[in-house]
């Protein structure tokens, strides 16, 4: 009987482990309005979130084994549909917020950042 607690206790603890690396569908940590593309898993610790009389500001990394085009492509169509104007390649505008995309790494080791601040 302890054999088997010990068993499944460590199989849970594996599975909560895998699913922390697990990328999570829906939006950005701190949005409900940015989404987060398939493929993409936010970076543990990596979010700064402050809302302001002026305005929510929100800072977050997400990182995967995506291209730059390919995630370019993705936040260009899908804010589009949110109500977000894009105003260069790596900017958008909505409603008095303004989103900026930042990349680092290579093609297939991509980091994402995501800055949201009022205009």
């Given at each position: 009987?302890?054999?088997a607690?010990?068993l ?16 999570a ?5 701190g ?6 593309m398939?493929?993409l ?18 800072e ?11 995630v ?48």
């Amino acid at each position: 009987m302890t054999r088997a607690l010990i068993l499944a206790a460590a199989l849970l603890g594996l599975s909560t482990a895998v699913l922390a690396e697990t990328p999570a569908p829906g939006f950005v940590p701190g949005t409900e309005d940015v989404p987060l593309m398939p493929g993409l898993a936010t970076d543990a610790g990596s979010d700064l979130v402050f809302d302001k009389p002026q305005g929510r500001i929100v800072e977050i990394r997400a990182h995967g084994a995506l291209t730059r085009k390919a995630v370019l492509a993705f936040y260009k169509e899908s804010l589009k549909q949110l109500g977000w104007h894009e105003t260069d390649e790596r900017h958008f505008q909505r409603e008095g917020e303004r989103l900026s995309l930042d990349f680092n790494g290579s093609d297939g080791n991509l980091q994402v950042g995501f800055t949201l601040a009022p205009q």
